[in-house]
């Protein structure tokens, strides 16, 4: 399975890139997907899958464009 993963802000320096296809060993929820690139299980995050939010517990599939950003705020 084949998904595509973008990082944003300072989770491209933890992970080691900023976008790239992720071949997948099998099936993974977002939160699994997280943990695959390096990113640490403790860092709150906010992960979309083709552009709408999903929790940590939802699957992704194959094909997807899973996006991972720190939390942030502005105004």
Known sequence: MKVTVKLIGP???EGGFSEKAVELPGPMTAGELSAFVKIDKKRPTI?????KAIANSETVNDGDRVVISHIYSGG
């Open 47 to 51: 992960i979309t899958r083709n552009g």
């Open 11 to 13: 989770l491209v320096y």
